[in-house]
């Protein structure tokens, strides 16, 4: 079974704090993807990696920043996280069969 | 880009009884088809995918979809729901000629009534 792990499923920071969420996926995937999904929105793409120190912003990249220095693991930043980041947080990988896997997320509370 | 919509947001069913979540997809170039499923404080799951082939496809839960070209539509059926079906059902595109971006609704929560 494919498996993507996300380091925390719950998290609180202060504002202004830098946070890092981290995921990881054990099937050699080359795509990977940071969303965040909030009542009525839905998931919204934030930014994906498609190769190795290779990305590219998604629809909502305004204070976030990533990183993918192996292809297992990539890694969303909150430069200095602020309240209305506050949300759920889902990354995705994508495999051979073209859908993607989600890890459990992350719930980021920010005060 | 893609559009997709889920026309309702809210869908309240009694147990046994038959359900059908819309979904609409805005282009009409190749595409991947998917519903997800998410229970709460969960990820997303797979409920089905249509990539080619049989326009009817089906979920090992009762589950169904059928892709509509003409109508640029996938809805989800399912002919008799159980409490356990309550969760978020979102619809999900991908373009074929490129792949790596999904486009998703924004949900609906379906609720089964005991």
């Known amino acids: 079974d494919v498996k993507v792990t996300q380091s925390s499923r719950y998290l609180v920071k202060r504002t202004g704090e830098k946070v890092f969420l981290e995921c990881v996926q054990d099937?050699?995937?080359?795509?990977m993807f940071w969303y965040r999904q909030d009542p009525g929105l839905g998931l919204r793409l934030i930014y994906f990696s498609y190769d190795v120190k290779m990305k590219e912003k998604g629809d909502i990249p305004e204070g976030y920043s990533v990183s993918r220095e192996k292809k297992e693991r990539f890694s969303l930043i909150l430069e200095s996280a602020s309240t209305n980041q506050t949300s759920m947080y889902l990354c995705a990988s994508t495999g051979w069969g073209y859908e993607q896997y989600f890890g459990p997320g992350t719930r980021l509370t920010v005060t | 880009a893609q559009s997709v919509t889920q026309l309702d947001s809210q869908v309240p069913v009694f147990e046994e009884a038959p359900v059908e979540l819309r979904c609409n997809y805005s282009s009409s170039v190749s595409v991947y088809l998917f519903w997800y499923v998410q229970y709460p404080n969960q990820g997303l799951q797979l409920l089905l995918k249509y990539l080619s082939g049989s326009t009817l496809v089906e979920s090992i839960n009762g589950f169904e979809a059928e892709f509509n070209k003409s109508q640029t539509s996938f809805h989800l059926r399912k002919p008799s729901v159980h409490i356990s079906d309550t969760a978020e059902y979102f619809c999900a595109v991908s373009e074929r000629n490129t792949g790596n971006q999904f486009y998703f609704g924004t949900g609906t929560s379906l609720t089964v009534i005991p």
């Open positions: 099937m050699d995937h080359e795509n």
